[in-house]
């Protein structure tokens, strides 16, 4: 695979994946406080729910207390739901971002070890070079030396003390 390909992933089933805790806390009064304003009209007879989180939702009428409580276990349940998703895709993007420096880096590595690799073969090449020159060498210097040895042997050997003391003696 080149770094122009692109891999696969494999899906990890909800069943089988990790929880894992946010790192932030986010104030549920702080939060729908904040945007109430977008979530119930300000001229509406039911701000006194102002702490619901989807008053819009419930009607205006004769409810039970049970039944606003359901409905308030139901909005926190949901907005804890929907927390959820929001982490487990910041989790999921963060995890991509994770995957692709590692597999980045893994590319780099691969190409510095391919380089080296071209290397080390261009310096082996070059050592088995020399050493075929020097073999080839050696051979050459044993043949010259056997034909010399020959040559030595088929010589008559002649006085040598009369060869050393040189013809005035």
């Known amino acids: 695979m080149y770094p122009a390909e692109i891999a696969s992933f494999p899906y990890?089933?909800?069943?089988?994946?990790?929880?894992?805790?946010?790192?932030?806390?986010?104030?549920?009064?702080?939060?729908?406080?904040?945007?109430?304003?977008?979530?119930?009209?300000?001229a509406t007879s039911y701000q006194h729910v102002a702490h619901l989180p989807h008053e819009t939702?419930?009607?205006?009428?004769n409810k039970s207390n049970s039944d606003e409580s359901d409905d308030y276990q139901r909005s926190l349940a949901e907005e804890r739901r929907r927390r959820r998703m929001i982490s487990n895709r910041e989790s999921a993007r963060r995890s991509r971002m994770r995957?692709?420096?590692?597999?980045?880096?893994l590319w780099a590595q691969v190409v510095h070890l391919r380089s080296t690799n071209r290397q080390l073969l261009d310096q082996l090449n070059h050592v088995i070079r020399d050493c075929d020159r020097v073999t080839h060498e050696n051979c050459q210097l044993r043949d010259e030396q056997a034909k010399l040895q020959k040559q030595l042997e088929k010589?008559?050997?002649?006085?040598?003390?009369?060869?050393?003391?040189?013809?005035?003696?």
């Open 57 to 61: 939702n419930l009607p205006v009428g």
């Open 155 to 169: 010589t008559p050997v002649e006085n040598t003390e009369s060869t050393f003391m040189g013809p005035d003696n």
């Open 12 to 42: 990890l089933s909800p069943a089988s994946a990790v929880s894992f805790k946010t790192h932030y806390h986010v104030d549920t009064n702080d939060f729908f406080l904040q945007y109430n304003s977008l979530l119930v009209p300000q």
């Open 99 to 105: 995957k692709q420096k590692q597999l980045s880096e």
